[in-house]
């Protein structure tokens, strides 16, 4: 993979505690930035794909899925009395 230099400008107190991290861990400081910047972007794609489950598993229901959940819902209905 291609590195590419970049400036970024970020608090100094940020900076100080991402150089300490990066020592404590016996890697480059820009090694850090490149985990830091990995595990973050690899949290918005989880949490993209968290709520676009989270609205197909919602409560919302269309006409049809209500349609389809009586259709079921007498089936069973009649099943179970059938069966017991």
């Known amino acids: 993979m291609t590195n590419i230099k970049t400036a970024v400008s970020i608090e100094r ?5 991402a150089e ?10 820009s ?3 490149q ?4 595990n973050y972007i690899g ?7 968290f709520n676009k489950l989270n609205n197909v598993y919602s409560d919302k229901v269309s006409e ?3 349609d389809t959940q009586q259709i079921m819902k007498s089936y069973h209905t009649r099943h179970l ?4």
């Open 13 to 17: 107190e940020l900076f100080k505690k």
């Open 20 to 29: 300490e991290a990066a020592a404590r861990m016996n890697i480059s400081r």
């Open 31 to 33: 090694s850090f930035f």
């Open 35 to 38: 985990m830091a910047l990995e």
């Open 43 to 49: 949290y918005l794609e989880n949490l993209n794909i």
């Open 64 to 66: 049809q899925q209500k």
């Open 81 to 84: 009395e059938d069966t017991w």
